[in-house]
T-cell receptor, first 114, second 111 residues
């Protein structure tokens, strides 16, 4: 399989601050990575597609100015939650794969906004 | 966003029993993936299916890509306590690179 890591695993921040989450493919290169959000007891909802060297594409209803995505290299994508509010508290998960039809997930980042 | 119909929503079974869950869609899919998620963790890929009718096993797990390309099932044989978790299907619709996830099946195994 392929290994995807995320950092941090947990973060607590105050309302109004920004938080950056990293997603790395450890043993392969990924031109495309995906960012998901998962609320308690719910399924994964795709937020955006991160494309290396170009702008991310966002799903309907996801604010691109609030969730900034940077895919600066073939092994790293970052998601920055800007001006976080309590309703942004969630489990954020990224995925990547050697092929777009085979996706491996990172361990997730638990964000709590107080 | 769009989600697949996954059933059952939850299951309580005795250790040693077999388990079956499925996902259905109104759309044709090119790929089906099955994942298991433990609390506080990211989903772990169990089985990937790429062709209609394909039947693939991974240890005690067996999954099939439905012949109509609109459904898939996952079977777990002789369940053990560590099978506890949430199982998700994910389908890749034709003409897109974005996976759609099922609503999940919560499995609890009673020893």
């Amino acid at each position: 399989g392929a290994v995807v890591s995320q950092h941090p695993s947990r973060v607590i921040c105050k309302s109004g601050t920004s938080v950056k989450i990293e997603c790395r493919s450890l043993d392969f290169q990924a031109t495309t990575m995906f960012w998901y959000r998962q609320f308690p007891k719910q399924s994964l909802m795709l937020m955006a597609t991160s494309n290396e060297g170009s702008k991310a594409t966002y799903e309907q209803g996801v604010e691109k100015d609030k969730f900034l995505i940077n895919h600066a290299s073939l092994t790293l994508s970052t998601l920055t939650v800007t001006s976080a509010h309590p309703e942004d508290s969630s489990f954020y998960i990224c995925s990547a794969g050697k092929r777009v039809d085979e996706q491996y997930f990172g361990p997730g980042t638990r964000l709590t906004v107080t | 966003g769009q989600q697949l119909n996954q059933s059952p929503q939850s299951m309580f079974i005795q250790e040693g029993e077999d388990v079956s869950m499925n996902c259905t869609s109104s759309s044709i899919f090119n790929t089906w993936l099955w994942y298991k998620q433990d609390p506080g963790e990211g989903p772990v890929l169990l089985i990937a299916l790429y062709k209609a009718g394909e039947l693939t096993s991974n240890g005690r797990l067996t999954a099939q890509f439905g012949i109509t390309r609109k459904d898939s099932f996952l079977n777990i044989s002789a369940s053990i306590p560590s099978d506890v978790g949430i199982y998700f299907c994910a389908g890749l619709p034709s003409g897109t690179y974005k996976y759609i996830f099922g609503t999940g099946t919560r499995l609890k195994v009673l020893a």
